[in-house]
């Protein structure tokens, strides 16, 4: 004989993990999506700890350093390897001296904040657009997605520059960068949500919802959310390197992060006339911006991968094959 707490235990459990462990299951097999993880985690883990790095190598990232470039040639920094020494761990800012170690890490927080904050804004929207589009009534879809295709039609980059050029240069811009990028890339994820919503509400589960007396909302948050989460979560790690590229454009273009918060798209910007007399100043935030734009590229489409069962299938079908033959 049981107890009325013991039945009820297993069967809220499995719903809620069993998709969870069998993606997790297929993600770590693949090397490469582990390692991508274990590379965002030490950059995040990096972006998170650069004020207690900066003070432990005892630098600020906007203290300049005169005496630490020369002058005569144009700010070119003294020794190799842009100034590296056990001071300046990867050297110092060229025409500054600022210490590009702990910039490099400030940097990474401005681009990871832009790029996850602006995501966060388009998977909501996205959301709320789509489902309204799906749920809603005939007239509804068709004025949501004439609206959607508007924004999809726009020129983003275009509109972004022209958003962050008229406002206040003290507003700030971090959170005008999330903003903007929000407000303007939110249309792919409703597209999405929409033509899974359609999908979904002919299914006997969305029927039996209605049926029993829930209303539109209410089925859609019990019962549609949790199949969108896959199909989402995939779009949105995607979304986050493309915003991380934007982010740095739009810092490229100087209507970004203003100085002298770092960012590593303002400074190429700055590194781009520093090229030959200090490659290091260029390379740096380059690689940074590459590896990272790849790891989550990479992660991205892991996860897609793992949430798909379809895909999960044909792998498996394949497996089967091969261990026949």
């Given at each position: 004989m049981?107890t009325?707490t013991?039945?009820?235990a297993p069967?809220?459990?499995?719903p809620a993990?069993?998709?969870a462990r069998?993606?997790w299951?297929?993600?770590?097999?693949?090397?490469?999506?582990?390692?991508s993880?274990?590379?965002?985690?030490?950059?995040v883990a990096l972006a998170?700890?650069?004020?207690?790095?900066?003070?432990?190598?005892?630098?600020?990232?906007?203290?300049?350093?005169?005496d630490?470039v020369d002058s005569a040639r144009g700010g070119v920094?003294?020794?190799?390897?842009?100034?590296?020494s056990t001071d300046?761990?990867l050297?110092?800012?060229?025409?500054?001296?600022?210490d590009l170690f702990?910039r490099?890490?400030?940097?990474?927080r401005i681009?990871?904040l832009v790029a996850?904050g602006?995501?966060v804004?388009q998977?909501?929207?996205?959301l709320l657009v789509g489902?309204?589009?799906?749920?809603?009534?005939?007239?509804?879809d068709?004025?949501?997605?004439r609206?959607?295709?508007v924004?999809?039609?726009l020129?983003f980059?275009?509109l972004?520059?022209?958003l962050?050029?008229v406002v206040?240069?003290?507003?700030?811009?971090?959170?005008l960068?999330i903003?903007v990028?929000?407000?303007?890339g939110?249309?792919?994820t409703?597209?999405?949500v929409?033509?899974q919503t359609?999908?979904?509400?002919g299914?006997?589960?969305?029927?039996?919802?209605?049926?029993?007396g829930s209303?539109?909302?209410r089925t859609?948050?019990?019962?549609?959310?949790p199949s969108l989460?896959?199909p989402?979560i995939?779009?949105a790690?995607?979304?986050?390197?493309?915003?991380?590229?934007?982010?740095a454009?739009?810092s490229f273009?100087?209507?970004g992060v203003?100085?002298?918060?770092p960012?590593?798209?303002?400074?190429?910007?700055?590194a781009?006339t520093?090229f030959?007399?200090?490659?290091a100043y260029?390379?740096?935030?380059a690689?940074?911006?590459?590896?990272?734009?790849?790891?989550?590229?990479?992660?991205?489409d892991a996860v897609?991968?793992?949430?798909?069962?379809?895909e999960?299938g044909?792998?498996?079908v394949?497996?089967r094959?091969?261990?026949?033959?």
């Amino acid at each position: 004989m049981t107890t009325p707490t013991d039945t009820p235990a297993p069967v809220a459990g499995t719903p809620a993990t069993g998709p969870a462990r069998q993606a997790w299951r297929r993600l770590r097999t693949r090397p490469a999506a582990l390692a991508s993880a274990a590379v965002l985690l030490l950059l995040v883990a990096l972006a998170l700890a650069a004020p207690l790095l900066a003070a432990l190598a005892g630098q600020d990232p906007n203290t300049y350093h005169d005496d630490l470039v020369d002058s005569a040639r144009g700010g070119v920094p003294y020794g190799a390897f842009g100034g590296a020494s056990t001071d300046h761990w990867l050297g110092v800012e060229p025409g500054t001296g600022r210490d590009l170690f702990v910039r490099l890490l400030h940097g990474a927080r401005i681009s990871l904040l832009v790029a996850v904050g602006a995501t966060v804004v388009q998977v909501l929207l996205g959301l709320l657009v789509g489902l309204a589009a799906g749920l809603g009534n005939r007239w509804i879809d068709a004025t949501l997605g004439r609206i959607t295709d508007v924004f999809l039609a726009l020129p983003f980059l275009v509109l972004a520059i022209a958003l962050t050029a008229v406002v206040p240069r003290d507003f700030p811009r971090p959170l005008l960068l999330i903003l903007v990028i929000g407000l303007l890339g939110w249309a792919g994820t409703s597209r999405i949500v929409r033509a899974q919503t359609l999908t979904l509400k002919g299914l006997d589960f969305v029927a039996a919802s209605r049926l029993a007396g829930s209303g539109r909302w209410r089925t859609a948050r019990r019962e549609l959310l949790p199949s969108l989460a896959a199909p989402v979560i995939t779009y949105a790690a995607i979304l986050v390197p493309t915003n991380i590229v934007v982010e740095a454009s739009l810092s490229f273009l100087g209507v970004g992060v203003t100085p002298p918060t770092p960012s590593w798209g303002q400074m190429l910007s700055t590194a781009q006339t520093w090229f030959r007399a200090d490659p290091a100043y260029v390379l740096l935030p380059a690689g940074l911006l590459f590896t990272t734009v790849l790891a989550f590229t990479v992660l991205g489409d892991a996860v897609r991968t793992a949430l798909d069962p379809r895909e999960a299938g044909r792998l498996g079908v394949g497996t089967r094959k091969e261990t026949s033959r």
